[in-house]
DNA sequence: ATGCGGACCTGTTAGC
DNA sequence: TGCTAACAGGTCCGCA
């Protein structure tokens, strides 16, 4: 479900709720997620307060002064503030108790997201370390794209997909601004020119602020920790748009599988 | 080092 | 209507 732009809106979401707030408890109903929850995030995180909600990544880390837990949504994840005593749902793994009477739930189909606690700095976990520049920071450039794709065969798409090159473009975005770049998803990186990358710089800084504003992209089940859905979807020009009209010229647009996902061009627009 | 496929798990949808 | 297969927003790991 979430890439960088549902990552950072669900962050927003429930930073207003939590911040500065004292942990009374955290109910664990399922603890088998992509890792198991380590059993000593229970006595450690509890009465602590969350100093702060901060996101790398599409990794949400929940500070406070005895450690961080480190929260991923996975596929399928998303985290919603209720009130206590909401009965739980099927999918509803944990609950992140406060003492100014809210809930902080977490709710997973796919257990492939994951909840992990750290008492040394959170950006040098093994998880966080390697991981590339934030594509909305100054961090992310035109050289740095070029310098780690130079003699590199893998397809553009599968290169800013990979988090160690630039961290949260998923599959959406990926297609969206190859598309707006105008650069076809199996291009080799490596064959890439300078001009072309700072188009495509350009293009995922722009898709993704804009599907912040928006408040992310909802597909099937996303929505925000208030429930509401995000209205990113009705800006995408390739992704889900198979046989579509291409938005520029009306071509066809072509899906096909590259590295086991689903890839979405226009094959006139994007060379 | 690089690139690829498999693995993790459940739910929804497309197709017969 | 019902069964089955394919597919879904991520990413780590092991292998060649």
Known sequence: MPEL???????????PYIEKQIVDAIII???QLRW??????????SGQSIDAIKRR???????????????????????RIVEPGLPPAKHDHVDICFSNNKVLRFTDPRRFGSLLWTQ???????LLSKLGPEPLTDDFT?????????????????????????????NIYACESLFRAGIHPERAAGKISKARFDKLVVAIKAVLSEAIIQGGTTLKDFQQSDGKPGYFKQALAVYGRAEEPCLEC???????TINGRSTFYCARCQR
Do not use: C, W
């Open 5 to 15: 732009p549902e990552v950072e809106t669900t962050r927003r979401g429930i930073a």
């Open 29 to 31: 109903r399922q603890k």
């Open 36 to 45: 198991p929850i380590p059993d000593e995030i229970n006595p450690q995180l």
């Open 57 to 79: 990544g599409k990794y949400i880390l929940l500070q406070t002064a005895n450690g961080t837990a480190i929260l991923h949504l996975g596929m399928s994840g998303s985290l």
């Open 120 to 126: 040394s700095d959170p950006y040098q976990h093994k």
């Open 142 to 170: 035109t050289n740095h794209l070029l310098l780690r794709s130079r003699g590199r065969s893998i397809a553009v798409k599968s290169f800013i997909m990979d988090s160690h090159i630039v961290v949260g473009v998923g």
């Open 250 to 256: 009306g071509n066809a647009i072509t899906v096909k």
